[in-house]
């Protein structure tokens, strides 16, 4: 990234730098610090809202500039999730089965540690082995590459399957979903060797860090999620403003004429669909152990159309819009499903937020579609003129 | 012709029964200047689909260059790096971005994802972009979206960018097409100064577009040649006329 690159796109310094002094404030406001001035489930919510806006702005440059409509990628980010929740749930098992077995006389064999910690997280869906998914759930540094390769490998096969057959706009967009939906029944299953519906839990305990406050957990998680933002948001952003991310966005506006020019179509789709569900897997990395919690419902198909509603509120083919929409929409979807938004009363009628927040947020998307085009981050172009 | 570039010979093609080309033979040599006229449905538009890989033909042979390669069964981009540049009928430039960024995209360059990903922009790219819309016409747009560019602009950059490709031959379908007086002149010459080291192959409708071009000109009808050789020379062929006016006054 040379000096010309910042130079260039202005919004990304503008961006990291509104970043980072909101990452200073609520640091500073956390119980944490001391202040207190934030509750540590605020703290939470915020975390997982800049994780929710990283995979927006990889939804982004998957759909608002290679014009990938992905209904797919919360897939990766479950993917994510269920990776490193998987070791989470393993070492902190461990930690408890050792501990309750250590008062023995005799000491217990390596194998009956292993029972009896599968035991333990097995024994919801009747079982007790370990499934060969879990084979690398003891290794921290493997399972890490996980959240990383499983996600990566899934996309890298699914888009070569697709974009080689050129499977393009609405079908390529019901292919995902189909996928995501396959995924998420899957782990309903008992024998998926993930809990079914139960999924991993307790992930919010770091194991290591007993001893540590959930409101420290929660800041560290915080300000990891707050740089993994960042890091992508430059990465995405260094992707789009060169020469990739013209031929992408020639390909979302029209992909036969780029292959006439002389680039293989595929392999950029390929390129972009694997990074953001790359990146998609660690956003999800970082979410659920804030989360605390991760089941199936979690990958269900709707959770990816949120997405590429966040997006198109916020604006697509501009970075900050997905910021923008994913950070607005998806903290006020908490603030009217959590009881938060006064009902109306009508006198005939009361209208309850937790069940017409969806209706609203249906209208806003329709009207956006129609009236706004350019979301909520197209306002920003009255703001700033472009030279011409 | 020792110097021929492009050899199709008995090539068919038909979309559900319909005979689209019917086996059709053409050479185009290096350089070349080559008019290609015909009424709708005589098969131009599906001529140059076959030859840029978009459509594979039922029977028959395209062979590119000294070396004799196959163009059948070469996906389009690997076609396009070949170095055949296609111009489409409707001015299709990218709208969203530069005249600057559109050239960039089309200037030859390593194609690979990696290579784009880490291109740099160099004093000779630009230089080279500069040469071309110069030639073009476009020098002062550069910064302009090209979506804002009036339809004749739109047409240049669309040149421009085969031009960019650095390609042995050129498609051009319709060029003129919607254009004024003044902007034919000028893209006459821009497709005759184009024509001097490469070949350029052109699709017209446009008789006095055609005239104007001054250069060999083939026939199609029903998706074979009809007649080849200099304009006055076909257009006083009776089969072309009875073609051309029966068609036109039906």
Known sequence: MNRSFIAQNPSVLWFIALLGLFTLAVTVGSEAFGTGLISTSMVKTLGKTLCLCLIAIAMDVVWGYCGILSL??????????????????????????????????????????????????????????????????????????????????????????????????????????????????????????????????????????????????????????????????????????????????????????????????????????????????????????????????ELAPIASIYLAVWVAIGGRGRLYGAVIGAAFVSLLSSWFTGGGAPAIDLGFYTILWTDWWLVLLGVSFVCVTLFFPKGIGGLFDYLVRKPS | MNNTLLEVSGVSVSFDGFKAINSLSIQIAEPELRAIIGPNGAGKTTFMDIITGKTKPDEGTVIWGERNISLLGMSEADIANAGIGRKFQKPTVFEAQTVRQNLAMALKNPRSPLAVLLHRKTSRNAARIEAIAEEIGLSDSLPRIAGELSHGQKQWLEIGMLLAQEPRLLLVDEPAAGMTVEEREKTTDILKRAAQTRAVVVVEHDMEFVRRLNCKVTVLHEGSVLAEGSLDHVTSNPTVIEVYLGRGHA
């Open chain 1, 72 to 297: 797919g990628h919360f897939a990766f980010f479950g993917i994510g999730g269920y990776a490193i929740g998987m070791w989470l749930m393993y070492a902190r098992t461990e930690g408890i089965v050792l501990s309750s077995l250590s008062g023995q006389a005799i000491p217990s064999t390596a194998q009956e540690i292993s029972d009896a910690i599968g035991n333990q997280i097995f024994g919801v869906v009747g079982s007790s082995d370990f499934p060969w998914l879990w084979a690398f759930a003891d290794n921290l540094f493997l399972q890490l590459l996980m959240v990383v390769l499983v996600p990566g490998l899934l996309a890298l096969v699914f888009g070569w399957l697709a974009f080689r057959s050129r499977v393009t706009g609405v079908y390529l967009s019901i292919l995902t979903q189909a996928m995501t939906l396959a995924l998420s029944l899957w782990l309903f299953q008992n024998d998926s060797g993930l809990r079914g519906n139960n999924g991993l839990s307790g992930l919010q305990n770091i194991p290591g860090f007993e001893t540590a406050s959930q409101a420290d957990i929660s800041l560290a998680f915080f300000l990891g999620s707050a740089l993994a933002l960042a890091l992508g948001y430059l990465l995405f952003a260094w992707i789009v403003s060169g020469k990739m991310g013209s031929v992408i966005q020639g390909i979302r506006d029209n992909e036969a004429r780029v292959r006439f020019l002389g680039y293989r179509v595929e392999g950029y789709k390929l390129f972009i669909f694997t990074l953001t569900a790359v990146i998609s897997g660690i956003a999800g990395a970082l979410y659920y152990p804030q989360a605390g919690i991760i089941n199936p419902a």
